[in-house]
């Protein structure tokens, strides 16, 4: 069935550091792929989407590209801030069913 | 646009007592999912609905869990009893049913079983 590994975390990084957070996906078809983040205390919120091969979705200073080849979607951010600090998850919309990663922590130090 | 509404935030319940927990999708949205998120995971889909039917309920605990939509815009889920191991925060989502939308969330209910 489908799946999504993302890089294990926590991740911690200084604050204006570049942020990278791995996904890969196993899917049948061609799935959409997306990016949710939740904040402490919150519901996830959408953070970017693609919804083709060679997508790059973009949001907050946040990109990641649809790469079919190497079936991953990574997250990045060329200058993180505190405010950033949140947990990511990777998910990807199958047929029916969104499937989601076990979620990234990222902590962002001033 | 008014997003995914839930109630309440917060539930604290003793173990073999019942609770329910409401969501009001985003207008003009027919699909919509219950997830229970455990502290340090991903979300886990319990149920899927497509307007007032379920189209995936395969991971829904059925002798514990129900769920319903009647009408096909709020949503009711109802956990009698509930166990210890149901301690986790319950997430409603909601999708338009065309295209490749994403789904949206709601904030979430936060239960606590002692």
């Known amino acids: 069935g489908d799946s999504v590994t993302q890089m294990e975390g926590p991740v911690t990084l200084s604050e204006e550091a570049f942020l990278t957070i791995n996904c890969t996906y196993t899917?049948?078809?061609?799935?959409?792929l997306f990016w949710y983040v939740q904040y402490p205390g919150e519901g996830l919120q959408l953070l970017l989407k693609?919804?083709?091969?060679?997508d790059k979705g973009s949001n907050k200073g946040f990109e990641a590209t649809y790469r079919k080849e190497t079936t991953s979607f990574h997250l990045e951010k060329g200058s993180v801030q505190v405010s950033d600090s949140a947990v990511y998850f990777c998910?990807?919309?199958?047929?029916?069913?969104?499937?989601f990663g076990q979620g990234t922590r990222l902590t962002i130090n001033p | 646009e008014a997003g995914v509404a839930q109630s309440p935030r917060y539930k604290i319940i003793e173990k073999r007592q019942s609770v329910a927990f409401w969501c009001n999708p985003i207008?003009?949205?027919?699909?919509l999912y219950w997830y229970q998120q455990i502290l340090g995971q991903g979300p886990k889909l319990l149920i899927q609905f497509q307007n007032n039917g379920v189209v995936d309920d395969s991971q829904l605990p059925k002798d514990r869990f129900s769920a319903e939509r009647l009408k096909g815009v709020d949503s009711t889920l109802k956990i009698q009893p509930a166990k210890l191991e149901d301690s986790a925060v319950y997430l409603c989502?909601?999708?338009?049913?065309?295209?490749?939308?994403?789904?949206?969330f709601g904030p979430g209910t936060r239960l606590t079983v002692l």
């Open positions: 998910a990807l919309q199958g047929a029916q069913k969104l499937v």
């Open positions: 693609a919804t083709k091969a060679d």
């Open positions: 899917a049948t078809g061609y799935p959409s």
């Open positions: 989502a909601s999708r338009k049913m065309e295209g490749l939308s994403a789904q949206y």
């Open positions: 207008s003009g949205h027919a699909t």
